[in-house]
């Protein structure tokens, strides 16, 4: 797969969802084309710069609302995600963006691990990469939150902690708006 020079993500709405579960099968082979529902809406997507050009090139009306720019999201990756997730980081960026978040952490693969829910399951949501493992990621709406679930959770890197406090936004009241 190829790397884009173009991070940004997109909202959009359609008329009828339905359509882009017609039309995504029928794009170039090369295009990893993928949308998600934003959370707590009926309508509103977020997608890649990689699908929006395949929408384009493919005529698919949709009307475009809003733009993220995708480095102002960060990912924390384990080892695994990181081999087989690097070439589908805007993938992953426009999964966090679907729940309004603002950085993701890798905290699984294939229910090999033991996260802790205590902290509510809608700060989760999966991946699955195209090798066929399943990602489980904690994702977070503030710095502040993430500091403290690294620092919890990671206590021995610190890495993860500098992660945390380098988030590029303080909350997701900073992420672009689509109304």
């Given at each position: 797969m190829k790397r884009r020079l173009d991070t940004h993500l997109y909202y959009f709405t359609v008329e009828d969802?339905?359509?882009?579960g017609e039309v995504f099968p029928r794009f170039e082979d090369d295009t990893y084309a993928i949308a998600y529902k934003v959370v707590g809406t009926d309508d509103v997507f977020v997608?890649?710069?990689?699908?929006?050009?395949?929408?384009?090139?493919?005529d698919v009306p949709y009307n475009h609302l809003a733009n993220e720019d995708g480095?102002?999201?960060?990912?924390?990756?384990?080892?695994l995600s990181t081999e087989e997730l690097?070439?589908?980081?805007?993938?992953?960026?426009?999964?966090?963006?679907?729940?309004?978040a603002i950085?993701?952490?890798?905290?699984?693969?294939?229910?090999?691990?033991k996260p802790d829910f205590a902290d509510g399951v809608e700060h989760y949501s999966y991946f699955t990469a195209p090798a066929g493992h399943t990602f489980l990621w904690r994702l977070f709406t503030k710095r502040d939150e993430a500091?403290?679930?690294?620092?919890?959770?990671?206590?021995?890197d610190?890495?993860?902690?500098?992660?945390?406090?380098?988030?590029?936004?303080t909350s997701s009241s900073e992420l672009a708006s689509y109304h």
């Open positions: 969802e339905s359509l882009l997608t890649t710069a990689e699908t929006k050009d395949a929408m384009d090139r493919h480095n102002r999201l960060a990912v924390y990756h384990s080892a690097s070439d589908y980081e805007d993938s992953l960026k426009a999964l966090a963006l679907a729940y309004r950085g993701m952490v890798c905290v699984g693969v294939n229910g090999n691990s500091i403290e679930y690294m620092s919890a959770r990671f206590a021995e610190s890495a993860a902690a500098d992660w945390a406090e380098t988030l590029p936004l």
